[in-house]
T-cell receptor
């Protein structure tokens, strides 16, 4: 089956620190990969995505590269802000007759302090 | 335009009662998904609707769970004889038709927090 493993949280960083949240996956087939973010009190939002190997998704200063050889999709940001405090979910989907149902990791809570 | 809406935002019910959760997808989105977010299980897929096709129910945890989508728009998730382990946030998402081989973004609603006492 399909599964996503991401690093445990919570992660606490100082503002302007470098962020890495690790994500690895197993999939039967060729998945698309996603990072979703859930800000406090808000719904899930797509942060970035990549649909094929070596693609780099990027948004709001965050980046992740689809690495097929290591089955990974690590999230990075060079300089985090307090406003980045949220829960981050790595996810995959494989387009089938069943649509694009998402398989999520357990989520990583990020807290950025001044 | 309007996003995905869900109602109620919070629901507290007694064990053994039935509950109905509602989702209004984004206008024009033919694909609709239900997910559940719980402390023990994380975020998990429940059911998928695409137009008038038979739904993919492979994620429903038991036969107490059912869902329908009327007129290709509004969807209702029904949980019969609720149990305490059903307590979770139920999320609805919609997207454009993905049958053409393209992976369209899913837009999520704010969720319904269900508490079974």
């Amino acid at each position: 089956g399909n599964s996503v493993t991401q690093m445990e949280g919570p992660v606490t960083l100082s503002e302007e620190a470098f962020l890495t949240i690790n994500c690895t996956y197993t999939a039967t087939g060729y998945p698309s990969l996603f990072w979703y973010v859930q800000y406090p009190g808000e719904g899930l939002q797509l942060l970035l995505k990549a649909t094929k190997a070596d693609d780099k998704g990027s948004n709001k200063g965050f980046e992740a590269t689809y690495r097929k050889e290591t089955t990974s999709f690590h999230l990075e940001k060079g300089s985090v802000q307090v406003s980045d405090s949220a829960v981050y979910f790595c996810a995959l989907s494989i387009l089938t007759g069943g649509g694009n149902k998402l398989t999520f990791g357990t989520g990583t809570q990020l807290k950025v302090e001044l | 335009g309007a996003g995905v809406s869900q109602s109620p935002s919070n629901k507290v019910t007694e064990k053994g009662k039935d509950v109905e959760l509602r989702c209004d997808p984004i206008s024009g989105h033919t694909a609709l998904y239900w997910y559940r977010q719980s402390l023990g299980q994380g975020l998990e897929f429940l059911i998928y609707f695409q137009g008038n096709s038979a739904p993919d129910k492979s994620g429903l945890p038991s036969d107490r769970f059912s869902a329908e989508r009327t007129g290709g728009s509004v969807s209702t998730l029904t949980i019969q004889r609720t149990q305490q382990e059903d307590s979770a946030v139920y999320l609805c998402a919609s997207s454009r038709d993905s049958r053409g081989g393209l992976s369209y973004e899913q837009y999520f609603g704010p969720g319904t927090r269900l508490t079974v006492t």
